[in-house]
């Protein structure tokens, strides 16, 4: 759960302070991560773009909508996923 934790906290930070996103202070890990975190198209690719620099894998252009349909657990074992094929 701790890693879960952190993951909400990266967004957050990423989204307040390189897009200027305000975040809810309520975010519920469990509904997807566009919602929660009120991004639109442009607003998610900028968050993936800025994962993928972070954890050090791509996300193929497919899996940009998947990705906000996350919630947050769901992101997390994807990005581990992603970890292990970008390795």
Not at 7 to 12: E, G, S
Not at 20 to 38: L, S
Not at 59 to 82: P, S, T, Y
Request: proline content about 3%; aromatic content about 6%.
């Amino acid at each position: 759960m701790k890693a879960i934790t952190e993951l909400k906290a990266l967004i957050a930070r990423i989204c307040e302070e390189k897009m200027n996103i305000e975040v809810k202070p309520d975010v519920n890990p469990n509904e997807p991560i566009a919602q929660e975190f009120n991004l639109d198209s442009i607003s998610l690719f900028e968050l993936i773009v800025n994962l993928e620099e972070e954890f050090q894998f791509k996300v193929a252009d497919d899996d940009i909508d998947k990705v906000g349909k996350m919630n947050l657990e769901e992101l997390h074992e994807f990005i581990q996923r992603m970890q292990l094929i970008h390795g």
